[in-house]
């Protein structure tokens, strides 16, 4: 089992910054990769933003140069990632949800992956307005 714990969100003016995060623990043998998602009113879910584990990352065009996603950190047990989001906007305004994907231990331990997983958060609430 892997458990996700973001934090961060709220509501930020236009022109502002904002920081969210999304620690993964459990299970893990190995992440391969983070990243974040949004899904604001009437529209469908987009992938904002994501970290893989060598490094790479990706943005969407329309955060590109005003968010900023770490890289992986991987302090004792957990692995977390931040978005940094600067210069936000009122059409930045939805729910962020964290994914993970990598591959659980294996039924025998640690020492060799077991099945792959991708993971959801549950979501935390960006406001964007004055």
């Known amino acids: 089992q892997v458990h996700l714990v973001e934090s961060g969100g709220g509501l930020v003016q236009p022109g502002g910054s904002l920081s969210v995060s999304c620690a993964a623990s459990?299970?893990?043998?190995?992440?391969?990769?983070m990243g974040w998602y949004r899904q604001a009113p009437g529209k469908e879910r987009e992938l904002v933003a994501r970290?893989?584990?060598?490094?790479?990352?990706?943005?969407?065009d329309d955060v590109k140069g005003r968010f900023t996603i770490s890289p992986i950190s991987r302090d004792n047990a957990e692995k977390t990632v931040y978005l940094q989001m600067n210069a936000v906007k009122p059409e930045d305004t939805a729910v962020y949800y964290c994914?993970?994907?990598?591959?659980?231990?294996?039924?025998?331990?640690?020492?060799?992956?077991?099945?792959?997983?991708?993971?959801w958060g549950q979501g935390t609430v960006v406001t964007v307005s004055e």
């Open positions: 994914v993970v994907h990598g591959y659980y231990c294996s039924a025998d331990g640690c020492h060799r992956p077991g099945p792959h997983f991708e993971e």
């Open positions: 459990g299970n893990i043998f190995t992440i391969n990769g």
């Open positions: 970290r893989d584990s060598g490094g790479g990352s990706y943005y969407v």
